[in-house]
């Protein structure tokens, strides 16, 4: 089964930007449907971004539309997820997941394997 490993977190300053990494081992990435979801201390999963096998499709957070932009490399089995013009409420344990469901999906329960999460950390 695919594992995933995302990198790319880390320390920034409001109104920086980021970029992370989800790569694949064990399996091709381009096989599934991917998200990043972000989990705060105290509160459940909240989805961030989804995108198609393809690349063509994607969604986002109401919270993160017009700052975050999801996209993949399928040569390379990677999603990535460039983060601009972070605010202190982005500070979170970010994760990437796939998914085996025929549509791109906003629900965690729809997504079969998950990366161990990145932690990305905004100073005001």
């Not at 989990?39 to 393809?54: D, T």
């Not at 932009?69 to 990437?96: G, Q, W």
Request: glycine letters at 12%.
């Amino acid at each position: 089964q695919v594992q995933l490993v995302e990198s790319g977190g880390g320390l920034v300053q409001s109104g920086g930007s980021l970029r992370l990494s989800c790569a694949a081992s064990g399996g091709s990435l381009s096989d599934y449907r991917a998200g990043w979801f972000r989990q705060s201390p105290g509160k459940s999963h909240e989805y961030v971004a989804g995108i198609s096998q393809s690349g063509h499709f994607t969604s986002y957070a109401d919270s993160v539309q017009g700052r975050f932009t999801i996209s993949r490399d399928n040569d390379k089995d990677t999603v990535y997820l460039f983060m601009n013009n972070l605010k202190p409420e982005d500070e979170a344990v970010y994760h990437c997941a796939a998914s085996t469901r025929p549509y791109t999906s906003r629900r965690r329960d729809d997504y079969n394997f998950w990366g161990q999460g990145t932690q990305v950390t905004v100073s005001s």
